[in-house]
RNA sequence: GCAGAGGUCGCCUAGCUCGGUAGGGCGCGGGCCUUGAGAGCCUGUGUGCGCAAGCACCCGGGGGUUCAAAUCCCUCUCUCUGCGCCA
């Protein structure tokens, strides 16, 4: 959510940022709502006024033993004019609420303006690409011949998108797990696992309406949605709360499956582990002074970017360009790792600063001293690692010519061998 | 799941029986006093609208009764205690 006195006071800046979202958001609606809603609120202040007035007065001559009938009166008339105006402020109120929800973000000045992907900028690379002499293959194949992953029986019966992971594989994703865990908590994160379902409200505290259809899955007749990021979970955990100034940054690293609908994907990477339903993440959440986010936002970019370095994985990042970045996002990184078997780098990590727009949303704020006007803080997000994603980039950048995956130094002695 | 007790301003607490402007303490800010510090005293301390003066709102959420609700009624939720069930 952005801050409604900038939308009051300079709009021009939020048709800017519109415009190179290329989004048909209805600003006008919005400020008019807005104008509405101020109007309604002086209407209704000078109506209690009134109330609290005569309210005064009747319990003076109620005391005294006067008679208060005409008081009585004027309040009966005061409270019906009252609940009229009420009920227009709430529908006003609820309609504002609704569309200011909806914004998106500002971009900022770093951030390529552009209709898509093909917008986006290459940072830098790192690693070289991996050679083989022999014939190359996906991570299907491997993993279909080493008896890794079964897909079949996981579409038969949950559908599409499912797998059991199985052997090796098993052991090698608990690897990443642990080792991830490891060297987020020895850089000082405190580790989260967070509920893996959470209500509505927390739930639009950090994404925006839409992305609910298509990303988030609802359980039925409960108030509960599955966590599509342990983000969705950390996000709100420090909802309506006021924190110590002292206390920031809080980075956390969070830990936990993550299950997507994939809506509107039909067709891509409709095979394998690469895009699927659920999926384990150690993600990075960080709540940062508003100062300061600019900077954790490079830094958890550099987390992120050692991690593939300690587990070999060629990749390049990409800074994502004003169309291809989220709606909730001020900017995002993208770290795109080097798949063998596709012959192309693909998205492993997506690094955002979200500035206030969660922030704001879940009332999460700080001050230094107890009586210092609070603070919005900002929030960031990045993945350290999507496991299946990751699982891919090893197998097929790790496969040997007799069909076997070897496995990246860091991630040996969490697994106990050298190879699959 | 059942029963009981609770949720009041950043924190603690009074007020609820019997409806009439939510009081006190702590912490923190500013001021007075002091050579300085401390103590003491004064004052401020959440949200909204407004250029401002100021006004309105805020007692876990929602609804009801009433001229008027922290207070009475209903409902939901969370916490604690006991019982039950359970990996």
Same mark, same amino acid.
């Given at each position: 959510?952005?801050?409604?006195?900038?939308?009051?006071?300079?709009?021009?800046?939020?048709?800017?940022?519109?415009?190179?979202?290329? @989004?048909?958001?209805?600003?006008?609606?919005?400020?008019?709502?807005?104008?509405?809603?101020?109007?309604?609120?002086?209407?209704?202040?000078?109506?209690?006024?009134?109330?609290?007035?005569?309210?005064?007065?009747?319990?003076?001559?109620?005391? @005294?033993?006067?008679?208060?009938?005409?008081?009585?009166?004027?309040?009966?008339?005061?409270?019906?004019?009252?609940?009229?105006?009420?009920?227009?402020?709430?529908?006003?109120?609820?309609?504002?609420?609704?569309?200011?929800?909806?914004?998106?973000?500002?971009?900022?000045?770093?951030?390529?303006?552009?209709?898509?992907?093909?917008?986006?900028?290459?940072?830098?690379?790192?690693?070289?690409?991996?050679?083989?002499?022999?014939?190359?293959?996906?991570?299907?194949?491997? @993993?279909?011949?080493?008896?890794?992953?079964?897909?079949?029986?996981?579409?038969?019966?949950?559908?599409?998108?499912?797998?059991?992971?199985?052997?090796?594989?098993?052991?090698?994703?608990?690897?990443?797990?642990?080792?991830?865990?490891?060297?987020?908590?020895?850089?000082?994160?405190?580790?989260?696992?967070?509920?893996?379902?959470?209500?509505?409200?927390?739930?639009?505290?950090?994404?925006?309406?839409?992305?609910?259809?298509?990303?988030?899955?609802?359980?039925?007749?409960?108030?509960?949605?599955?966590?599509?990021?342990?983000?969705?979970?950390?996000?709100?955990?420090?909802?309506?709360?006021?924190?110590?100034?002292?206390?920031?940054?809080?980075?956390?690293?969070?830990?936990?499956?993550?299950?997507?609908?994939?809506?509107?994907?039909?067709?891509?990477?409709?095979?394998?582990?690469?895009?699927?339903?659920?999926?384990?993440?150690?993600?990075?959440?960080?709540?940062?002074?508003?100062?300061?986010?600019?900077?954790?936002?490079?830094?958890?970019?550099?987390?992120?970017?050692?991690?593939?370095?300690?587990?070999?994985?060629?990749?390049?990042?990409?800074?994502?360009? @004003?169309?291809?970045?989220?709606?909730?996002?001020?900017?995002?990184?993208?770290?795109?790792?080097?798949?063998?078997?596709?012959?192309?780098?693909?998205?492993?990590?997506?690094?955002?600063?979200?500035?206030?727009?969660?922030?704001?949303?879940?009332?999460?704020?700080?001050?230094?001293?107890?009586?210092?006007?609070?603070?919005?803080?900002?929030?960031?997000?990045?993945?350290?690692?999507?496991?299946?994603?990751?699982?891919?980039?090893?197998?097929?950048?790790?496969?040997?010519?007799?069909?076997?995956?070897?496995?990246?130094?860091?991630?040996?002695?969490?697994?106990?061998?050298?190879?699959?």
């Amino acid at each position: 959510m952005l801050d409604p006195k900038i939308i009051k006071e300079k709009p021009e800046l939020i048709r800017k940022m519109l415009k190179d979202r290329n @989004s048909d958001f209805d600003l006008d609606s919005l400020i008019s709502l807005d104008a509405k809603r101020r109007e309604l609120i002086i209407k209704t202040d000078e109506l209690r006024k009134k109330k609290n007035t005569v309210s005064v007065e009747i319990a003076q001559k109620k005391k @005294s033993g006067q008679d208060a009938s005409s008081a009585i009166a004027q309040m009966q008339q005061a409270s019906q004019e009252l609940i009229t105006l009420e009920e227009e402020q709430k529908k006003t109120d609820s309609d504002y609420e609704k569309l200011i929800l909806t914004i998106p973000n500002f971009i900022h000045e770093s951030v390529p303006i552009g209709q898509d992907e093909t917008a986006n900028l290459e940072i830098r690379k790192f690693g070289a690409i991996p050679q083989f002499d022999f014939s190359v293959k996906d991570h299907i194949d491997i @993993s279909q011949n080493l008896d890794l992953v079964d897909l079949e029986r996981a579409a038969k019966t949950a559908g599409a998108r499912f797998y059991y992971l199985k052997n090796g594989l098993v052991r090698l994703n608990q690897a990443l797990i642990h080792f991830a865990l490891d060297y987020l908590e020895q850089k000082q994160y405190v580790l989260v696992q967070p509920p893996y379902m959470i209500n509505q409200k927390s739930m639009e505290g950090a994404i925006i309406a839409q992305d609910f259809q298509d990303v988030i899955y609802k359980i039925q007749d409960e108030d509960l949605f599955l966590i599509g990021t342990s983000e969705h979970s950390i996000a709100s955990m420090h909802s309506d709360e006021i924190l110590e100034g002292k206390d920031l940054p809080i980075r956390y690293a969070g830990v936990s499956p993550c299950f997507r609908k994939e809506a509107g994907a039909h067709g891509r990477d409709q095979k394998g582990i690469f895009r699927v339903h659920q999926f384990e993440k150690i993600e990075q959440y960080v709540f940062a002074r508003p100062e300061e986010s600019w900077k954790e936002h490079e830094r958890m970019l550099a987390v992120a970017e050692e991690f593939y370095q300690k587990l070999e994985i060629p990749y390049r990042v990409m800074l994502l360009s @004003s169309g291809d970045m989220g709606k909730i996002s001020a900017k995002t990184y993208d770290i795109e790792a080097w798949m063998a078997g596709q012959n192309a780098y693909r998205e492993i990590v997506s690094c955002s600063n979200c500035l206030d727009f969660q922030t704001r949303r879940l009332k999460i704020r700080f001050r230094d001293k107890t009586n210092e006007q609070t603070q919005y803080m900002h929030s960031l997000n990045s993945t350290l690692v999507a496991t299946t994603r990751t699982l891919v980039a090893i197998m097929e950048n790790f496969q040997t010519k007799d069909g076997h995956i070897g496995i990246p130094k860091a991630l040996q002695k969490y697994l106990g061998s050298s190879a699959i």
